[in-house]
C-alpha cells in the first residue's frame, strides 16, 4: 500500500511483515501545536517516532512498550500495531513480552533517557545490536558520567551530588554553581544558584515533584556544579562500529538567571574549535558508549572544553531537525539502518543550508495565556521551517524549567549563521503570546 502524510493525515506507505517486529521502549511525546492554525512549516516528529516510520517503511510491525498507555493518547496510533503495558525499567519484562510479540524481533531501541540501560539489557539478551549496556553514558545519572570522566581524565567542572532534601543546604562548590537533578535529563528543575537562597528555593521545589510522568519517581538527588564561563556548544552524531562520526556543532544561548535552559540553538557543519572532535571522542569513550545515537553539550572555559551533559539518544526534537538539516543526514533513518546492520548512507549537505536556527518562545512568569497571535503571518519568512505555538488562550503559563515553560518555537535555515539567526528571530518577534501574571496573595 502506498500513501503519503499531508495535514496531520497519515497513510502508511507499505502493509508490514507479518513475523518482524521493531520494538521501541517508550517514546518522547512531542509538543504539537494547540490548533492547526498556530502551527507553520514541515510536521515535525520526535526521534523515536521518525524511527518507527523508517522501520514501517521497511515492512516492519511496530511495538511500542509502556509504564503507562494512556500517556501517549492517540499520538502514535496510526504508526504503533501494537501497544504493550509493561515494566519498561525491568529488561527481563521486556525481553518476556519481545517473545509474546510472535515472529521475530529485529531491534529492541529506546530513545527516551530513562529507559536507555533497561532497552540496552533487553536488546544484548535477545542477541540483538545496540550499545553495551553497562556504560556509564546509560546510566541516566549525571553523577555516574562525571565519575567515568574523572576517571578517564576528561574535564569536567568541579561538582558534588547531593540529596535534594537535605537541610541547610549549600554549595561546595561556590557560587554561582549549576544545578540540577541527576536524572531529569535536564529537562526539569535546573537553575543557575547565585547563593543559598536561590540554591535551597531549587532544591524545595525539586523535593516538591512527585513525578517525571509514566509513573517514574524522581530520586532527589541534585548534581551541584560550578558553574563554566564561556560559550555553549552541543555535539550531535553517531557511534558506529566504536568510531564517533559528528554529523553537526551548535552553538547553544542560554536562558537569564536564575532559569539555565537553552533558548536558542544553531546547528552547523563546522566544529567551534580544532580540538574538539578529539574532546567529543574522548568522552564518548569514557562514558562506553560504542554504538548508537549521541547528544553531548558541552562549554569552551579558560583551558578547552568541559562537559556539561552526555545522552545516548538524538537530540530534543526541533534540535534533531536542524541537524539533519545542515548535515544531510536522516538521523531516523541512520539509526534504524544502525540497528539493522544495513549499509549506512553518508550525508548529503545542501549548500544552501549552511546553518539552522531554532529559538524558544518562552513565559518568564506563572500565569495564563490571554492571546495568541501571528503565527500564519511569519510562515512567508525566508528559510522558515517551522514555526509552533504549543499554548492556547486560557491554559497555564509556567517559567522555564520544565516542559510546560515551552510556548512554541521556531526553526530556519540559512546560508550563514547570521542568516539563520536573524531570520529565527524575526519570525520570534512576528509571534504574540500574551501572558497574564497570576495574582498572589
Known sequence: MTGSSAGGQH??????????????????????????????????????VAQL???????????????????YGDDADWLVDRWVECDTLDPAAIVAEVGLLGGTAVAVTSTVDTFLRPAAVAARTLGLRGPTPGAAALSNDEAVVRAAMADAGVAVAPWVAVCAGEPGLTSAVGYPCVVAPVDGARRWDVALA???????????????????????RPRHRLLVEQYVPGPRYAADGFVVEGRPQVLAWSEQVMTLPPEFTELTLTATREAPVPGAAAFVGAVLAAAGLDSGPFHLEFALGPTGPVLISLHARPAAPGAQLCVDRVSGVDSAEFAVALLLGEPLVPGRPDAAVAACSRMYLMSHL???VRRVTGVRDVAGIPGLVVAEVFTDVGAGAEPPGTPAGYLGHVITAGTSPEQARRRAAFALDGIQVDVEALLTA
Open 366 to 368: 506563572a500565569g495564563q
Open 11 to 48: 497513510v502508511l506507505r507499505t502493509v508490514p511483515a507479518a513475523d518482524r517486529w521493531f520494538v521501541a521502549v517508550e517514546l518522547l511525546r512531542r509538543s504539537s501545536p494547540a490548533r492547526p492554525e498556530l502551527g507553520v512549516g514541515e510536521r515535525l516528529d520526535v526521534p523515536g
Open 194 to 216: 547565585a547563593d543559598d537562597r536561590e540554591l535551597r528555593a531549587l532544591a524545595a521545589r525539586h523535593v516538591g515533584r512527585t513525578s517525571y510522568g509514566r509513573g517514574i
Open 53 to 71: 516510520e523508517r522501520a514501517r517503511e521497511r515492512g516492519l510491525r511496530i511495538a511500542v512498550l509502556a509504564r503507562d498507555r494512556a500517556f
